[in-house]
């Protein structure tokens, strides 16, 4: 949920390597459930069970899922998230750019800050972001003026 898709792939195939590799021990699956709920990761467990089953085919037992189910988002964004996270996970053509990939990437990230910050301070923080870049492209237009001036004169 942090917004860094970069290494998405990766850290699911992490998360189904532990399952895998912890999921016979007496209790573990309980434990999981009873953790990820202790420190309100009981959405991100549902997601992490859900594509690593998915994608990965990661045994994950019908209890859990029957469990964990609770924990799952309202349908719409449900079936959001299942048409986005493939493409987002998954590497995308080499010789294509999609920008489906693109904007759904965006739509993460966004998202990413919406669930990290309360709206006032996402507003602030997008205001600043946008306010340094416009500065940044003033600076460097104005040092490629500066370029073009010295180029004239010599």
């Avoid at 399952?19 to 549902?46: K, M, S, T």
């Avoid at 994608?55 to 189910?69: F, N, Q, W």
């Avoid at 966004?110 to 910050?117: E, F, I, K, N, Y």
């Avoid at 709206?119 to 997008?126: I, Q, T």
């Amino acid at each position: 949920e942090d917004g860094d898709l970069n290494f998405a792939i990766r850290d699911l195939v992490d998360i189904a390597d532990l399952l895998r590799h912890f999921g016979d021990e007496p209790g573990f699956w309980e434990g999981l459930i009873g953790r990820a709920r202790e420190h309100q990761l009981d959405r991100p467990l549902f997601y992490a069970l859900r594509y690593a089953r998915a994608l990965l085919d990661t045994e994950v037992p019908d209890g859990v899922e029957r469990e964990i189910a609770g924990s799952a988002p309202p349908a719409v964004v449900r079936a959001l998230m299942d048409r986005a996270a493939p493409k987002l996970l998954l590497p995308g053509h080499p010789d294509r750019a999609s920008d489906v990939r693109g904007m759904t990437a965006l739509l993460f990230y966004m998202r990413a800050h919406w669930l990290r910050m309360p709206p006032w301070r996402l507003a602030a923080h997008l205001a600043r972001k946008s306010v340094m870049q416009a500065v940044g492209a003033w600076m460097q237009w104005r040092e490629n003026q500066a370029d073009r001036s010295r180029l004239g004169d010599a």
